[in-house]
């Protein structure tokens, strides 16, 4: 799976920030709610235009970032 056909940066979409091709759908929010315990199927339902194909890219993508290092892991300020 090559997440680059499901995932873009736009300068004027999001921040520049990562989303579901031609969405608004940020990489982020997907993240959250995985992390947060939504079943891919609950994301399915309220993302109507986020595909199955489209969350096995955000795990792609995120895999990538971290082999690729990058990413930060400074300590948070208390």
Excluded: C, Q
Aim: proline share 5%; no cysteine.
């Amino acid at each position: 799976m090559d997440w680059r056909d499901h995932i873009e940066t736009k300068p004027g979409v999001m921040g520049g920030r990562p989303v579901i091709r031609d969405t608004r759908v940020t990489v982020e929010i997907l993240l959250e709610w995985l992390a947060a315990g939504w079943s891919e199927e609950e994301i399915l339902r309220n993302y109507p235009r986020v595909t199955a194909a489209d969350l096995r890219a955000v795990h792609a993508f995120a895999r990538d970032i971290i082999a690729d290092g990058l990413y930060s892991l400074e300590p948070r300020a208390a």
